[in-house]
């Protein structure tokens, strides 16, 4: 939530759509830098990943990656639901518009809130896609069947109409070859899942992302479109159409920052594990030289080096099925 603008009575509310891999706790953690904003990190992926909901319940996997989700990981499951994620993410608005009215500042905390704004981050809402699997439809067909199979009535997210009308939404999308190849190498080293497992196919598509699209620009509430690469290679002209959009001061954005302190970081073992990078970090580290565009070809030989043809061909197919809707989310990026 941002300092209202425009002269209204309630603050500018901004939350962040995304997807695995896709860069996107680097942009929450890049735009949690302005003093202006309270960030509120991921107000619904305890109940998403962890509890009784949690879509892993409902997928289709290996007999690893089943015995992993019903066995291994028993011990670290909560009883956090969307509706309770829902009502504390309402009480944590309440507060930042409380503080908002007494000019408090902000200060950052991941996984808390902070004292003056909100700015809220989740995951596109994979429920539909298990939903919509057992339906018997492919996950990759139009994207509007999503919708159908869960039966949405107003609008396809975790958000109450209330919380939707008053936020900006700002969705982050990367480049399929390079999401893809980057959960893989992430799955493999921390998980049994695997390409060929829905919970895989659930990571890496960009079918719910561009149906999340869709309905909120029917809902009139088209979303800042941003691609994870130009947070390396256009900061300087990124950050100014975001804050443009936003309402908000460019020069308080800033590309270097403090560690964030460890008792400050998530508990959760599987969030430690999953975002002990983005916490350690101290600002947005490019490379030395920009690397070409990525192209299917090129990352397939990669793959086929590294993991061989068989993993190189599951890959390349995701890639395939998740490219149209990278190009049409593309079109709209600032």
């Not at 209202?4 to 929450?28: C, E, K, V, W, Y």
């Not at 829905?198 to 620009?217: G, M, N, P, V």
């Not at 590294?306 to 190189?312: I, L, M, Q, S």
Request: hydrophobic share 35%; aromatic share 10%; net charge neutral.
């Amino acid at each position: 939530m941002a300092n209202a603008t425009n002269g209204g009575s309630r603050p500018q509310s901004i939350f962040i759509f995304d997807n695995m891999r896709s860069r996107s706790h680097l942009f929450f953690r890049w735009l949690s830098t302005s003093p202006g904003l309270a960030p509120i990190y991921h107000p619904f992926i305890l109940a998403m990943f962890l509890g009784p909901e949690r879509f892993t319940r409902f997928t289709r996997n290996s007999e690893s990656r089943n015995k992993e989700n019903n066995e291994a990981l028993l011990l670290i499951y909560g009883d956090d639901t969307h509706e309770s994620c829902s009502r504390k993410l309402r009480s944590d608005i309440m507060k930042a518009q409380q503080a908002v009215s007494r000019g408090s500042r902000a200060t950052f905390s991941p996984g808390s809130k902070s004292d003056l704004t909100f700015l809220g981050q989740d995951t596109v809402d994979e429920r539909a896609f298990y939903q919509q699997s057992a339906a018997g439809h492919s996950p990759q067909d139009d994207p509007r069947r999503a919708r159908v199979a869960r039966g949405w009535s107003t609008e396809p997210t975790n958000l109450s109409d209330e919380v939707l009308d008053t936020c900006t939404p700002i969705m982050i999308i990367r480049h399929p070859a390079m999401q893809v190849s980057s959960v893989y190498q992430s799955m493999v080293a921390l998980t049994q899942c695997r390409p060929g497992d829905e919970d895989f196919e659930i990571a890496t598509t960009l079918t719910l992302s561009r149906a999340l699209y869709d309905f909120l620009c029917s809902w009139g509430k088209t979303p800042i479109i941003v691609d994870a690469e130009d947070m390396l290679w256009r900061t300087q002209d990124l950050v100014t159409n975001i804050c443009n959009a936003l309402g908000i001061d460019a020069k308080d954005i800033q590309d270097r920052w403090d560690p964030v302190p460890f008792e400050k970081r998530p508990s959760k073992s599987i969030l430690v594990a999953w975002t002990e990078v983005i916490w350690k970090s101290s600002g947005i580290e490019r490379p030395m030289t920009k690397p070409a565009e990525p192209t299917l070809n090129a990352y397939y030989k990669i793959w086929v080096e590294k993991y061989g043809v068989e993993v190189a061909e599951q890959l390349k197919g995701l890639v395939q099925k998740n490219m149209p809707h990278y190009e049409y989310l593309k079109q709209s990026k600032v």
